[in-house]
């Protein structure tokens, strides 16, 4: 099965910390969706007739869109490719547009999984973020969702905000608790080049994120999940037993995908593409029935390596026996070379011949792919 991701390229405002594709302003906004619904006719070969498991819009802020706009992408979607009747599509949503109205709204649309990004339960770092909702605003989103028959639930945290301190990140881990959230995705907050953020650290209005407090709160994070029964199966993702994301396991797990809008991603197995990250060029381009991307076919080195980068970060690690058949036994004795020292230090498991990293060992995911890697 496949998956299909949607990038809706508006914001009502920009946070300080994202390097997302988007634009605050939404004058163009219909000349877009007109783009996107000619784009999925254009992409509907590309999965090459693949059920669609997953549908995941993402952004910028998809809950801009009202329920007519999203049903005419769904009608679109329908005519060109073959859905799953089970299949999880999931909306992406800020606190502040869920109002009671919005949500029966979204029900009433084929919606099941709201992705709510509420960041934290904390004024003054949702304001340091420059988030356009309140800790309020965050509650009541979640709470009224649940209330409308919005079973699927995930919430998004940030950790490592100079504000934040470690009480109340331990707060902010046991409001989500107490909501009866099923799955919480929760990321180190990134000074990305660039953003907003990045120039408030560089001219000193802001203090810079701190390695150690993000760490010491990443540690945190673990032990409140596994005492709440949740299961880190990604280093950013937890839930609770049945609410893996469908989606973004399929990107783990190497499955196909289809990105459409500006800046959208898409990966068939042998190559990657991206879509240009031009809101009036993406435009441009479909309406002269070109699509404007960039392609990378993936060499059998680059293969591997993604393979090693995101199978690691969860918790079904790399299996030696799927890189000995797609790779061959080289890349074995290469994997299981440069990884002895990790393996010495209990920072990666070896177990049922698989490569799996050890709670600790998850704070250094990225430097021990990298070192797994095959180099061109």
Same mark, same amino acid.
Request: some cysteine; hydrophobic content about 35%.
């Given at each position: 099965?496949?998956?299909?991701?949607?990038?809706? /390229?508006?914001?009502? #405002?920009?946070? %300080?910390?994202?390097?997302?594709?988007?634009?605050?302003?939404? @004058?163009?906004?219909?000349?877009?969706? @007109?783009?996107?619904?000619?784009?999925?006719?254009?992409?509907?070969?590309?999965?090459?007739?693949?059920?669609?498991?997953?549908?995941? +819009?993402?952004?910028?802020? /998809?809950?801009?869109?009202?329920?007519? $706009?999203?049903?005419?992408? +769904?009608?679109?979607?329908?005519?060109?490719?073959?859905?799953? /009747?089970?299949?999880?599509?999931?909306?992406?949503?800020?606190?502040?547009?869920?109002?009671?109205?919005?949500?029966?709204?979204?029900?009433?649309?084929?919606?099941?999984?709201?992705?709510?990004?509420?960041?934290?339960?904390?004024?003054?770092?949702? !304001?340091?973020?420059?988030?356009?909702?309140?800790?309020?605003?965050?509650?009541?989103?979640?709470?009224?969702?649940?209330?409308?028959?919005? &079973?699927?639930?995930?919430?998004?945290?940030?950790?490592?905000?100079?504000?934040?301190?470690?009480? %109340?990140?331990?707060?902010?881990?046991?409001?989500?608790?107490?909501?009866?959230?099923?799955?919480?995705?929760?990321?180190?907050?990134?000074?990305? /080049?660039?953003?907003?953020?990045?120039?408030?650290?560089?001219?000193?209005?802001?203090?810079?994120?701190?390695?150690? #407090?993000?760490?010491?709160?990443?540690?945190?994070?673990? $032990?409140?999940?596994?005492?709440?029964?949740?299961?880190?199966?990604?280093?950013?993702? +937890?839930? !609770?037993?049945?609410?893996?994301? =469908?989606? %973004?396991?399929?990107?783990?797990? =190497?499955?196909?995908?289809?990105?459409? &809008?500006?800046?959208?991603?898409?990966?068939?197995? @042998?190559?990657?593409?991206?879509?240009?990250?031009?809101?009036?060029?993406?435009? #441009?381009?479909?309406?002269?029935?070109?699509? @404007?991307?960039?392609?990378?076919?993936?060499?059998?080195? #680059?293969?591997? %390596?993604?393979?090693?980068?995101?199978?690691?970060?969860?918790?079904?690690?790399?299996?030696?026996?799927?890189?000995?058949?797609?790779? &061959?036994?080289?890349?074995?004795?290469?994997?299981?070379?440069?990884?002895?020292?990790?393996?010495?230090?209990?920072?990666?498991?070896?177990?049922?011949?698989?490569?799996?990293?050890?709670?600790?060992?998850?704070?250094?995911?990225?430097?021990?792919?990298?070192?797994?890697?095959?180099?061109?």
């Amino acid at each position: 099965m496949s998956g299909i991701y949607i990038h809706i /390229p508006f914001c009502k #405002q920009a946070c %300080n910390y994202c390097d997302f594709h988007f634009s605050t302003s939404l @004058n163009n906004k219909d000349a877009f969706l @007109n783009a996107l619904k000619k784009e999925i006719e254009m992409q509907k070969g590309y999965l090459n007739g693949n059920k669609i498991s997953t549908i995941y +819009f993402g952004g910028g802020t /998809p809950s801009l869109l009202s329920e007519k $706009e999203l049903m005419d992408l +769904f009608e679109i979607l329908d005519r060109n490719f073959v859905i799953a /009747p089970d299949a999880e599509i999931t909306l992406e949503a800020n606190p502040d547009d869920l109002s009671k109205e919005k949500i029966k709204q979204l029900k009433a649309t084929p919606i099941n999984r709201l992705s709510i990004g509420i960041q934290s339960f904390y004024d003054e770092d949702l !304001k340091l973020m420059n988030r356009a909702h309140n800790s309020k605003e965050a509650e009541s989103a979640v709470k009224t969702s649940q209330d409308s028959g919005f &079973g699927n639930i995930t919430i998004d945290l940030i950790y490592g905000i100079p504000t934040l301190t470690h009480a %109340n990140w331990k707060s902010n881990l046991a409001s989500a608790f107490n909501m009866d959230v099923k799955h919480i995705s929760a990321y180190c907050l990134t000074v990305e /080049p660039k953003t907003v953020l990045a120039h408030q650290v560089k001219t000193g209005k802001i203090k810079n994120v701190d390695e150690q #407090q993000s760490a010491e709160q990443f540690e945190i994070m673990q $032990e409140a999940m596994q005492k709440n029964s949740f299961i880190q199966y990604e280093i950013s993702n +937890f839930c !609770k037993e049945g609410y893996y994301s =469908k989606h %973004n396991s399929n990107y783990w797990l =190497k499955e196909t995908y289809l990105g459409l &809008g500006p800046s959208a991603h898409s990966y068939n197995g @042998n190559s990657r593409q991206w879509n240009i990250s031009n809101n009036p060029l993406y435009i #441009q381009a479909i309406e002269k029935g070109v699509l @404007n991307f960039e392609k990378e076919e993936l060499t059998l080195h #680059q293969r591997y %390596n993604e393979y090693i980068l995101t199978s690691l970060r969860t918790m079904w690690g790399a299996d030696l026996n799927y890189i000995e058949t797609a790779f &061959g036994r080289d890349y074995v004795t290469h994997g299981l070379k440069e990884v002895e020292k990790y393996l010495e230090t209990g920072k990666v498991l070896h177990q049922e011949n698989k490569l799996i990293l050890s709670d600790n060992g998850k704070l250094f995911a990225d430097k021990i792919a990298s070192d797994i890697f095959i180099t061109e």
